[in-house]
């Protein structure tokens, strides 16, 4: 089993629409979660940064960490063309060794 | 700008014959990194550097090398590559913030 599990997709849904992309771990070790953002031909670019539990947002995002049930959201309200990438998950402890998961293809269509 | 700076973009080459991927950061991060990325794999990650001259394996070491003799340059080696070697390269850079990791545009890499 892996460290973490995220399902690569596609997801296509209607522009405008609401998304909800997820990750589960294994390791409760695991304090910092993060969302990265790829781009076709691009590198990977942080979109999102939590700290153990919790919800954060910016602007149309959320990002949402349930340590209890070792599970962690992005909610993108209000979806756009642009939005259309790969969007990846990430966490680690204290030791900045990033476990990452697969990452989801997410298509938004006009 | 802030940014990290791989090269070459895109390389075709054969099998055995050496090669280095260069990756140069101008943020003065102690951190850099190397990953592969594959479909359905994901980001692995090669080998990461603390500081000058402190590498260290990542998960998938075999049949690389890397050097870091400076802070802001640390090039990825490929001395005997192989077909299994094709890959999406990305370098990596951070300033120790915990997960907080910047990365090149990707180096595109096909060992014929």
């Known amino acids: 089993q892996k460290e973490v599990e995220q399902d690569p997709g596609p997801l296509s849904v209607p522009e405008g629409a609401i998304v909800s992309l997820n990750c589960t771990y294994s390791?409760?070790?695991?304090?910092?979660f993060m969302w990265y953002r790829q781009y076709s031909r691009k590198g990977p670019e942080l979109l999102m940064y939590?700290?153990s539990s919790g919800n954060k947002e910016d602007g149309r995002f959320t990002a949402q960490v349930d340590k209890s049930s070792k599970y962690i959201s992005l909610f993108i309200r209000d979806s756009q063309p642009s939005d259309s990438a790969t969007y990846l998950c990430?966490?680690?402890?204290?030791?900045?060794?990033?476990?990452w998961g697969a990452g989801t293809k997410l298509i938004i269509k006009p | 700008e802030a940014q990290v700076t791989q090269n070459p973009r895109y390389l075709i080459t054969v099998t055995g014959k050496k090669l280095t991927v260069t990756c140069s950061q101008n943020?003065?991060?102690?951190?850099m990194s190397w990953y592969r990325q594959d479909p359905g794999l994901g980001l692995r990650q090669i080998y990461y550097?603390?500081?000058?001259?402190?590498?260290d394996k990542g998960d998938v070491p075999e049949g690389y090398k890397v050097s870091r003799k400076e802070k802001r340059n640390f090039p990825l080696i490929l001395e005997s590559p192989s077909p299994n070697q094709t890959s999406l390269y990305f370098c990596?850079?951070?300033?120790?913030?915990?997960?907080?990791?910047?990365f090149g545009a990707g180096t595109r890499l096909s060992v014929l």
């Open positions: 990430a966490m680690t402890g204290s030791n900045y060794q990033l476990i």
């Open positions: 550097s603390m500081n000058v001259e402190v590498t």
């Open positions: 390791n409760s070790a695991f304090q910092y």
């Open positions: 990596a850079s951070s300033p120790l913030r915990a997960g907080i990791q910047y």
């Open positions: 939590t700290y």
């Open positions: 943020m003065n991060h102690e951190y």
